[in-house]
């Protein structure tokens, strides 16, 4: 068996964080997922949507072309994001349009620099920025759900 390679690493990592986070929002009641908490912080579908947001971006990225300007603040989802069937389906569809980009970058350019308006990255370092941004955002709404009750494990690694 040969060892995987880092860029196969780094797409099942992205792969377990879709499963988690898609296994939590499917586990949180609708009316919770659009509810601001103490009604002042962003409902969870507000950072769903920004994980979703982020992932477009990303694949945007990845494949050479300007995502354009980032909004001002915090983001919240608009009206026609706001169901917990539209979270789950857009959440996965930018995530696969992120994991396609990535794809298809080659092996011996997984480093290369891509400049930014402000700096620059590479596709490595957005990938690795989109795991860590799915775990948190994820930790988001496992605390949301133990606030209200649910202690419950929802993922599967199998």
Known sequence: MSEPSLKSYIREQIEQ???MVAADIAATPEDLLLTSPGGAARAAVDYVYELSYVHRRFAKRLRGEDPGQFPQGFLVAPDEYR??????EEFGESTDDMLSAWNAVPDDRIAETIVLPAGQTTPLELMSIA?????YHDGQLNQLQALNGDTEIHWDFE
């Open 83 to 88: 169901s917990k069937e539209k979270a789950i």
């Open 17 to 19: 964080g879709r499963k």
């Open 131 to 135: 795991i860590t941004h799915m775990a």
